[in-house]
């Protein structure tokens, strides 16, 4: 996808933004090793501070203390694990201060308070795309074989031709109900370019997921009234190689769904880019319908995840929900843009994490369940 100058009179902000991400991205710094957490123990020594202001402190914390005085703080001296205790407001503030780690960019998503998500299984989903099939740019042999594997796991799994591109399918799963559908969307091929991209966030995430919300919502039991469920894996999202503009060469997949279907979809909730690992946030993409974007801040307030979508509006981004809006349908791409690792071999699994995935997850489940009720 693409930012949709077209539409945007702030495009300067855009560029702003991009430039942004380039000097993150060409930063050999950007990409540290995540999975140890390294401000965790500077978050243990600010809890233990505000849960517990007098008491004494957990084992490891106060380990921590009697090293950095060792080191960083002659004043210490010999007493300093029981002025520790007393105040633990210094050493918490030499932590952060001697600490060598590195800062990693922004917070892990929060823990949803519900589970109807299955948030190990849609990260296995995500990691077996990347590690099984790798570089799968659309019309690619290992596109193909995840093709058929995705459809054996969608509920009554099929695939869509794509008039005009010769070998690119679209994968539609479906739960019956009362019609016009409600779907939920991804692409699940990734970039041409650079050789070698795995899209761990961009493909394999917003995959992931649509394939877990269609077997929780396949296994669930239907209200009366519900609206069909459909659940869309585009192909071709991505431009092939050296082809421009993307607005003409990318959504290929999505446009012939909306040629075809627009007339018997309701909503769409198109999920892309939503694994990143930390400074997960969902400002409303500038194309999404504002009605639908307060349903979905609604639903992710009620499974405690709000946070992750600030009271504020991106820059329009062209992608695969663009079709879907030119024929009047009402649609939001759930797009976290701000990816520094975006288009670059970095979109690896080092830069995604289940809680992020489980928590749009579970927000979105909360949408669709509220969608299809009719409310
Ligand atoms: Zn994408």
């Known amino acids: 996808m693409a930012w949709d100058f077209s539409t945007n009179p702030e495009s300067q902000t855009q560029l ?3 430039d942004d991400v380039v000097r993150e991205e060409i930063s050999p710094l950007a990409t540290p090793d995540l999975d140890r957490e390294p401000i965790a ?147 699940y091929d990734v970039e041409a370019v650079p050789a070698g991209f795995v899209g761990a966030n961009d493909g394999a995430a917003g995959t992931a997921a649509v394939v877990t919300l269609a077997r929780a919502f396949d296994r669930a039991r239907r209200p009366p009234d519900a609206r069909a469920l459909r659940f869309v894996l585009f192909d071709g999202e991505e431009e092939p190689a050296g082809c421009e503009p993307f607005a003409e060469c990318g959504l290929r997949g999505s446009k012939a769904y909306a040629k075809r279907h627009a007339g018997e979809t309701r909503a769409l909730v198109l999920l892309d880019y939503i694994a990143e690992r930390r400074g997960l946030s969902f400002p409303r993409e500038g194309g999404s319908d504002a009605e639908l974007w307060g349903k979905l801040r609604s639903a992710a307030r009620a499974v405690g995840v709000g946070r992750l979508f600030p009271n504020r509006t991106s820059g329009a981004i062209l992608d695969d929900h663009t079709p879907f809006r030119q024929r009047g349908v009402p649609a939001i791409d759930v797009i976290d843009f701000d990816y520094p690792q975006r288009d670059t071999l970095a979109d690896n699994m080092s830069a995604v994490a289940q809680r992020s995935i489980d928590a749009v997850g579970e927000a979105v489940h909360r949408l669709v369940t509220r969608l299809r009720a009719g409310r």
């Not at 001697?98 to 299955?118: E, S, V, W, Y």
């Not at 077996?128 to 009554?156: C, H, I, K, N, T």
Request: aromatic share 4%.
């Open 16 to 18: 702003d933004r991009m």
């Open 41 to 187: 123990l500077a978050g243990t020594a600010e809890q233990t501070e505000r849960r517990r202001p007098r008491r004494r402190r957990r084992p490891a914390a106060g380990v921590l203390v009697v090293l950095l005085c060792a080191w960083a703080l002659p004043a210490c001296g010999s007493g300093a694990p029981d002025q520790a205790t007393q105040e633990p407001a210094v050493p918490s503030q030499a932590t952060a201060a001697a600490a060598p780690a590195p800062q990693p960019r922004g917070r892990l998503a929060p823990r949803a308070t519900t589970n109807h998500f299955d948030g190990a299984r849609a990260f296995a989903l995500l990691r077996a795309q990347v590690e099984d099939y790798g570089w799968r740019p659309a019309g690619s042999a290992p596109l193909r074989r995840l093709a058929l594997r995705l459809r054996a796991l969608l509920p009554r799994g099929r695939f869509e031709n794509v008039p005009g591109h010769p070998g690119l399918r679209n994968i539609v799963g479906s739960v019956p109900g009362r019609m016009p559908a409600i779907v939920v969307a991804a692409h």
